[in-house]
T-cell receptor
Framework: DSGVTQTPKHLITATGQRVTLRCSPRSGDLSVYWYQQSLDQGLQFLIQYYNGEERAKGNILERFSAQQFPDLHSELNLSSLELGDSALYFC?????????????FGDGTRLSIL | GENVEQHPSTLSVQEGDSAVIKCTYSDSASNYFPWYKQELGKGPQLIIDIRSNVGEKKDQRIAVTLNKTAKHFSLHITETQPEDSAVYFCAASADGQNFVFGPGTRLSVLP
């Protein structure tokens, strides 16, 4: 058990809809990272938050947004969903912001767009 | 930006043999190189990592080597066991940001 909790485990919705994925980091970790994993793209870094502030941005679409709350949990919001957004979405947490601290992953949310 | 290549994409070994997975990176600013193991239905699990000021690191049956000049690093698993079967990912990062992952290697350990 990594200590990172993601909810829900599965999400099925339709094109054009909006969903929110939730992540609770390990106790004491200040950084949260979001990744998308699809069969043909591997693990793609989306965005990082550190202690409530955005720290780094990767290949995140404009239809996607995230935030980290004062209690350090994070949410990833996906809107105007398309079939191609079907994927596993992982959250990871680490202790640091700029330092090379190990990341610990949750078990992901599987998003299926019908 | 950073690009990480990983080879082979699939690897089958007999139980007890060694397995080696190689990754190359492009950005000389990368200074942190973790390896992850992902089992079916689970998130990636960190198994070993190495920083750029170290050439080799070992943890029981697992070792990682880093060649900064050539920009490549490798995962070595000795005395493989069936429970080592999984997908393995390498990654590269500069100062804990923008982690770039390799495409993964599916390792099968045959009993």
């Amino acid at each position: 058990d990594s200590g990172v909790t993601q909810t829900p485990k599965h999400l099925i919705t339709a094109t054009g809809q909006r969903v929110t994925l939730r992540c609770s980091p390990r106790s004491g970790d200040l950084s949260v990272y979001w990744y998308q994993q699809s069969l043909d793209q591997g693990l793609q870094f989306l965005i990082q938050y550190y202690n409530g502030e955005e720290r780094a941005k990767g290949n995140i679409l404009e239809r996607f947004s995230a935030q980290q709350f004062p209690d350090l949990h994070s949410e990833l919001n996906l809107s105007s969903l398309e079939l191609g957004d079907s994927a596993l979405y992982f959250c990871a947490s680490s202790a640091g912001g700029y330092s090379n601290q190990p990341q610990h992953f949750g078990d992901g949310t599987r998003l299926s767009i019908l | 930006g950073e690009n990480v290549e990983q080879h082979p994409s699939t690897l089958s070994v007999q139980e007890g043999d060694s397995a080696v997975i190689k990754c190359t990176y492009s950005d000389s600013a990368s200074n942190y190189f973790p390896w992850y193991k992902q089992e079916l239905g689970k998130g990636p699990q960190l198994i070993i990592d190495i920083r750029s000021n170290v050439g080799e690191k070992k943890d029981q049956r697992i070792a990682v080597t880093l060649n900064k000049t050539a920009k490549h690093f490798s995962l070595h698993i000795t005395e493989t066991q069936p429970e080592d079967s999984a997908v393995y990912f390498c990654a590269a990062s500069a100062d804990g940001q923008n982690f770039v992952f390799g495409p993964g290697t599916r390792l099968s350990v045959l009993p």
